[in-house]
């Protein structure tokens, strides 16, 4: 893949008689359309894509997955031929206006989309043969990119001045991000994990490459469940953009620094914390969030 710049910690100032301090890893900030975890967990899988003699990739994701357009984009400038089955068989009609689709098929993706209920036998032996048969050989990325190459890459994202830190927070949705930070993590570190969706599994996935114990889940932030937001996170978004000059995107990042300002005012953290929160990119998805808010008639994300 192309070179990453390197992402730079900000500062957030915050105002509070506890001196706890935030800061911010722009993740976001390495690579234009690979942004974040999602170019940490595709670089050693293209690797073993190439050494393998795979010319193909093939993976999944939702109608506005961060994953599907980083995998199309990377795949095109890497010299492979993507595929991505896409959860709904309605979408096939809505390539052309859903920003995340039309950006993957714009850089070469290859949809198939599948009901919900075969895309829930996505891991599953059989399943896959078929797709074999469909498609002939290809190499495998699962959903949300997490293996444990992608974990190997996560664990590139805390670097040595990261270990000042007391508290490095990050949000979670399949759980790869999380599990490099936790393997990198200093021994005085605490890792939260903000998840985005409500799933009793998390805690098991994680364990499945998490090689310490210093971590634990924030589960009071997802606002509902996966892709689903409110007026009050919407509102703060906006408000910590412009305060900040830092974007968040409402599924991810959005719902972890909302949930760490509601455990600053809550005194969780205690005195004197250093807190480092991991932008992990996502912003390709807020145009396609903003079209599902105006035709709820709410307040856009700006």
Known sequence: MEDLKLSKVQNIPIENDKGVSLYVKREDLIHPFISGNKYRKLKYNLEEAKYKGQNTLLTFGGAYSNHIAATAYAGKISGFKTIGLIRGNELESEVEVNPTLKF??????????????SYRQKAEEE??????????SFYLIPEGGTNALAVKGCEEILQKNDYRFDFICCCVGTGGTISGLINTSGGNQKILGFPALKDDFLRQDIRRFATKENWDLINDYHFGGYGKIKPELVAFINRFKKNYDVPLDPVYTGKMMYGIFDLMAKDFFPKQSKILAIHTGG???????????K???WLQIE
Do not use: C, T, V
């Open 104 to 117: 993957a098929h714009s850089n070469g993706m290859q949809f198939k989309f599948i009901s919900r209920e």
């Open 127 to 136: 399943f896959l043969d078929k797709l074999k048969s469909e498609f002939g």
């Open 283 to 293: 912003l390709q998805g807020i145009e396609g969030m903003n079209l599902k808010l």
């Open 295 to 297: 035709q709820k008639g």
